[in-house]
């Protein structure tokens, strides 16, 4: 599967990266998202290139799917570069007071500014950016309390830049996930394809699920084995693994034979929604 050579950058991209420019301008601090499940891979190197000295907030989302043991060892990774990021469970967490007691420090600069100028402390504005499916609108509306963006499990939900009003002063504005606009690492855009931050349209389901089995199968075999049942992989494929899948499942052809196409697109839906366990997709070593 020749994912090096896939370019996946619609309009509505691209037209949000050509406007970060002047969003910057118009903010006082940026609030990066990756996905706990593959921090590296998830976050986008030219938006990090565009925000520059610009002061900013590290998250990870979708954390209760991530290895918990992984994201403590991601978590320490970027410390010891000085990004200490936030790490959280937006199904059972408030974001906001974690959100506001570490961009405070962030934005002390402009709170000496307000001081010194005899102002009253003005509403901080806030950017948040990451790629498409990473838990943007999920965590807007953890921060405001109630839905004030769309969300979904799939990319391209958020089509344009709006500005929402949260809590404590704080205006925030959402602008669409953004994509690289090629790959020159394929297993970055495989991890990107299994996080279901690229569209299924544009790679194979079926090679995608080939690679998260291999990759299951020598990182997480019990998540195979408590799903499926699957106990012994020492002598199993893919293929072999898909049809024990699709006979355990009823996943059957009109023919009565084993449907390998539905196992597969199965083995993804369950990785992409927490079925198989707490996994992650790579380690600080990868980076």
Do not use: C
Not at 21 to 35: C, P
Not at 87 to 96: F, G, R
Not at 147 to 175: C, F, H
Not at 219 to 240: T, V
């Amino acid at each position: 599967m020749e994912i090096d050579k896939i370019h996946h950058f619609p309009g509505h991209m691209k037209k949000a990266f050509d406007a970060l420019s002047r969003l910057l301008s118009l903010v006082d601090l940026v609030i990066e998202i990756v996905d706990a499940r593959a921090p590296f891979s998830s976050a986008n190197p030219f938006l990090q290139a565009a925000v520059g000295n610009k002061k900013s907030l590290l998250v990870f989302t979708k954390t209760d799917l991530a290895d918990p043991l992984q994201t403590k060892k991601w978590a320490s990774y970027y410390k010891e570069k000085g990004r200490d990021p936030l790490t959280i469970d937006l199904k059972k967490e408030k974001a906001l007071p974690k959100v506001l007691s570490l961009i405070e420090p962030l934005l002390a600069a402009k709170r000496e500014k307000e001081r010194r100028y005899g102002m009253k402390p003005q509403k901080s504005r806030l950017l948040i950016v990451g790629i498409p499916n990473v838990g943007k609108s999920t965590l807007i509306n953890n921060l405001a309390g109630r839905s004030r963006a769309k969300s979904a499990n799939r990319p391209g939900v958020t089509r344009a830049e709006q500005w929402i009003n949260l809590p404590s002063s704080l205006m925030l504005l959402d602008t669409p996930g953004i994509l690289p606009s090629s790959y020159g690492d394929a297993k970055v855009a495989l991890k990107l394809a299994l996080l279901g931050s690229i569209s299924q349209e544009v790679l194979p389901s079926t090679d995608l699920a080939r690679a998260l089995f291999g990759y299951l199968r020598e990182n997480y075999p019990q998540s195979l084995f408590e799903r499926y049942g699957i106990g012994d992989l020492s002598s199993l494929d893919s293929d072999l693994a898909f049809k024990e899948i699709a006979l355990r499942r009823g996943f059957l052809s009109g023919g009565g034979e084993a449907d390998l196409d539905k196992a597969a697109l199965a083995l993804l839906k369950d990785f992409q929604d927490g079925k198989l366990g707490r996994l992650s997709l790579e380690d600080p070593s990868d980076a």
